[in-house]
């Protein structure tokens, strides 16, 4: 069974610039969240998706956007980029919502702001 | 709010010690779940153990071991005789009941190195 996936591994952008990341569940998993890890934040929950809806949302600017598939692929957008939104983000999938289980990570997108 | 705590930001070992990793939590929930997570230097969170808040019986799975003390509100993990693979971030996490645990909030992490 193919864990969670997400691309790129690593991005580089400019200050301004906006950018896409993506992330597949694994196979079954209609549930996928999302995270922004720092050395100074540490991981901060971004928003969860659930059967295309969002369910959940932690407190970051308007700026951060996502939106889920009909497959329950991810994607995870950051507009007008910062050097602050240098992070390593990470996408979980989960099974069943509302059961609290376990979620399981993908290897993270770290992403760059020059 | 939900704040999880691990106030041990770094630990270092020498291999085959012992050594526990301190978790504490705060929640109004009378329900919530506890998990743990490993990060390797490769990225990505590895699942260890996921508690509820009325399960209070200690864990053991191999060399980890996890006692909850839901009196003191904590949720600490032992390893016993660790091993240079040990060496991780590890963190430990907290969600609301009736949300997936895809909405956590986790503690700061710490840093275990085990040397040879």
């Known amino acids: 069974k193919a864990g969670v996936t997400q691309t790129p591994r690593y991005l580089i952008k400019t200050r301004g610039q906006q950018v896409t990341l993506s992330c597949s569940p694994i196979?079954?998993?209609?549930?996928v969240s999302w995270y922004q890890q720092t050395p100074g934040q540490g991981l901060q929950f971004l928003f969860e998706y659930f059967s295309e809806t969002q369910r959940n949302k932690g407190n970051f600017p308007g700026r951060f956007s996502g939106r889920q598939f009909s497959n329950s692929r991810s994607e995870m957008n950051v507009s007008t980029l910062e050097l602050g939104d240098s992070a390593l983000y990470l996408c979980?999938?989960?099974?069943?919502?509302?059961?609290?289980?376990?979620?399981?990570f993908g290897q993270g997108t770290r992403l760059t702001v020059v | 709010a939900q704040k999880v705590t691990q106030a041990q930001t770094e630990i270092s070992v020498v291999e085959k010690e012992d050594v526990t990793l301190d978790c504490v939590y705060e929640?109004?929930?009378?329900?919530?779940?506890l998990f743990w997570y490993k990060q390797p230097p490769s990225g990505e969170l590895v699942f260890l153990i996921r508690r509820n808040s009325f399960d209070e019986q200690n864990e053991i799975s191999g060399r980890y071991s996890w006692n909850f003390q839901k009196s003191t509100s904590s949720f600490n993990f032992t390893i016993t005789a660790s091993q240079v693979v040990d060496s991780a971030v590890y963190f430990c996490?907290?969600?609301?009941?009736?949300?997936?645990?895809?909405?956590?909030?986790f503690g700061d992490g710490t840093t275990l190195t085990v040397k040879p």
């Open positions: 929640t109004r929930d009378t329900t919530y779940y």
């Open positions: 196979s079954g998993h209609r549930s």
């Open positions: 996490a907290l969600s609301e009941a009736g949300t997936n645990a895809g909405k956590s909030t």
């Open positions: 979980a999938s989960s099974s069943v919502a509302g059961r609290n289980t376990e979620a399981f």
